[in-house]
């Protein structure tokens, strides 16, 4: 297993070459063995017609922290990709920042599952779950 330091630094490193993370104010906090957590701050561009954060942006922020955590359980010279995700949404995104914690489930050769959380702010009031699955891909 990766020491802590150098865990974080790959995700990190990955984090920061998305450019839509960055287009929409993604920020990563935590990072450890199997579980990711990132957030995403309220901005009037990210809102439906009701003013609400889009789903799409709490999508987008379950998937990512989906699919890191499932890379901090691979080896360095593999990516994963999404292949497949199914979210809930729960309540409304009306809240000032949404926090998406994922955790891998199981960690194959092939395979990865994992699931995330979205919470509000406060980290009290579940907005979304998602349960996916991430294929393991060479590094390019």
């Known amino acids: 297993m990766a020491s802590q330091e ?7 490193a990955s984090f920061h070459k998305q450019s839509f993370l960055a287009l929409i104010g993604a ?9 990711v957590v990132v957030s995403c701050r309220y901005q009037e561009a990210l809102t439906q017609q009701q003013g609400l954060l889009h ?4 999508t987008s922020l379950a998937d990512v922290a989906c699919g890191y955590a499932a890379l901090t359980a ?7 990709l999404a292949v497949e ?25 092939t395979l990865v599952i994992a699931e995330s959380t979205v919470r509000d702010e406060s980290g009290e009031k579940i907005i979304a779950r998602m349960l996916a699955t991430m294929i393991v891909s060479p590094l390019k």
């Open 6 to 12: 150098k865990l974080r630094d790959k995700i990190a």
């Open 27 to 35: 920020e990563l906090h935590d990072v450890s063995q199997g579980k």
């Open 55 to 58: 789903g799409g942006v709490v």
């Open 74 to 80: 691979m080896p360095d010279e593999v990516e994963v």
């Open 85 to 109: 995700f199914k979210i809930n949404f729960i309540r409304p995104a009306n809240t000032k920042k949404i926090i998406a914690t994922g955790e891998v489930i199981k960690a194959g050769k």
